[in-house]
């Protein structure tokens, strides 16, 4: 079970309090009914899904209920670091392997 | 390639076992092949072996980052059944279903493919009202599948606790009679036996860091650890990983990875006589013919590769298992493994062309794709060999999730995701 910071509580926290939400920094369009085909299946389905570093939400359902965000190796399951929702995407990662 | 029979062990009970050849060769890589297939795991396997019997294609390369069948092929549960809700897929896993009775006997190579029945537990009226549209949505695509009551359901498999004061009572199943379970490791062998008596090229230790394509988008070869290997038609059909490879040629994929595991316990004296199933407590069992238990547990949340996965996954797999067959509840589990699943928003599977020329994809089976292995290769070589897809796969595209038309599995797969 993964050991999971949550940047709001401030703690390290056991994996069952979490809920992964899935890939981070994907942006919904402000006029949804408006974006092309291509556009759509771009928001909505495709996926980076990389062997490496993902950025993706995760949620302290049982604890806190908010939303953040995590960087991690998606090889070895390391957690690099973890930032609240609404900061954009780090530029530089703390001792990232890559 | 000798042909295994009773008088090739009686020869060989002769003379020490000392004629036995080799299964398939290991020969090196040739500059250029007609096709490459990425990944040998039964999927891939078994295209190659179509190409060549059915398609008369034997100038292919089936390329392995590892070893022969040591991905999910070698990873998963074996159950094999077709009783999935939608008209696509009941035609395409029960393609495979056919395929399967027959399939030892095609490739002189024993799959162990077991019909032992795969039944469905239902535990409350929700379950009752799906498994009962899935058994008649079934008989309708000429399925087998029926409704059994639990004391029905009990007499199929008599270790099942049908006891009323149970946390989630059995309250009835469905059972289909011709699915069951095979020996994976034994499929893969068959077909890369098959293939390679054929003349198809199956490299291992041979990982493919990238895809080469033309000014014109066209592929023409991958390259590799042991250098460039040329084709002008490249099939992926790398599982956990096909989502890295199509990135190489720079196709985003709808697809995401996840570890989903498995365990064995001790081995036991026959006392699991099918396969059985439940979505709502979430668990699926049977037993191996060595005797172990064979449980399948369900995916961590996260995308990972790292073919393992969270001990409380299997926990809560256990917990349900035990509350199935309360006998159970102090075997003790030997091993437990992870493998990494292609997960698709719609959970069907994507057997398609793509949009860059000779590129072909066969991925997105999920948690549930080694029942269709002899379905998927055969198509899958189809549409390789034509340029064209099978028309049982041609709903399968790469291009439903932009025009929408999915094959929406994901509640009616039959199982839980």
């Given at each position: ?98 | ?269 026959p006392v699991v006589p099918c396969v059985v199933m439940s979505n709502t407590v979430h668990a699926y069992i049977s037993q191996s013919d060595k005797g172990e238990l064979v449980i399948g547990a369900g995916t961590d949340q996260y995308v990972s ?113």
């Open positions: 079970m993964l050991l999971i910071r949550c940047p709001y509580c401030e703690e390290e926290r056991p994996e069952l309090e979490f809920r992964n939400a899935g890939e981070a920094h994907i942006a919904r369009s402000a006029n949804i009914a408006g974006e092309s085909d291509d556009d759509f299946e771009k928001f909505f389905f495709i996926r980076s899904n990389p062997k490496g570093i993902i950025y993706e939400r995760w949620r302290h359902m049982h604890g806190c209920a908010r939303f953040f965000n995590a960087v991690r190796d998606t090889v070895t399951d390391k957690f690099i670091m973890t930032y609240k929702a609404g900061e954009p995407k780090p530029a530089k990662l703390p001792g990232a392997s890559k | 390639m000798k042909k295994y029979s009773v008088f090739a062990i009686a020869r060989e009970a002769m003379r020490g076992h000392k004629g036995w050849e080799a299964q398939w060769s290991s020969p090196e890589p040739k500059k250029e092949y007609d096709v490459i297939i990425v990944g040998a795991g039964g999927h891939g396997l078994a295209t190659a072996y179509y190409l060549a019997t059915v398609h008369g294609i034997t100038n292919v390369a089936v390329l392995e980052k590892s070893w022969l069948g040591g991905g999910n092929t070698g990873r998963n549960t074996t159950i094999i059944r077709s009783n999935y809700l939608y008209d696509e897929s009941a035609g395409i896993y029960d393609h495979a279903l056919k395929l399967w009775d027959g399939l030892s006997q095609e490739l002189n190579y024993n799959v162990m493919y077991s019909p032992r029945g795969v039944m469905m537990l239902a535990h409350n009226v929700h379950d009752i009202q799906v498994l009962k549209r899935h058994v008649h949505a079934n008989r309708l695509n000429g399925i087998d599948n029926e409704w059994l009551t639990p004391e029905a359901a009990k007499e199929f498999c008599p270790p099942l606790n049908i006891s009323r004061d149970a946390r989630y009572p059995v309250v009835g199943a469905a059972l289909q009679r011709r699915g069951g379970t095979a020996r994976h490791d034994a499929v893969a062998w068959g077909y890369a036996r098959g293939a390679s008596a054929r003349g198809v090229h199956i490299i291992q230790n041979c990982e493919v860091t990238g895809v080469k394509r033309a000014p014109n988008g066209a592929v023409t070869g991958v390259e590799t650890t042991r250098g460039f290997i040329g084709a002008k038609k490249v099939g992926v059909v790398a599982a956990g990983h096909s989502s890295v490879i199509m990135n190489m040629a720079g196709v985003r994929m709808p697809l995401e990875s996840y570890p989903l595991q498995a365990l064995v316990s001790e081995p036991v004296k590769y790292s073919q393992t996965g969270g001990l409380h996954i299997l926990q809560h797999t256990l917990d349900a298992i035990c509350e199935m067959f309360p006998i159970f509840t102090r075997m003790k589990m030997l091993r437990s493994w992870g493998g990494i699943v292609d997960v698709t928003p719609d959970r069907s599977p994507i057997l398609a062309k793509t949009p860059v020329p000779g590129l072909y994809v066969n991925c997105g089976w999920g948690t549930g794709g080694f029942k269709a292995t002899p379905g998927s290769g055969h198509v899958f070589a189809h549409t390789i060999a034509r340029d064209d897809p099978h028309p049982i796969n041609a709903p399968f595209t790469i291009d439903r999730f932009r025009t929408g038309r999915l094959i929406d599995e994901a509640a009616a797969a039959a199982v839980a995701h």
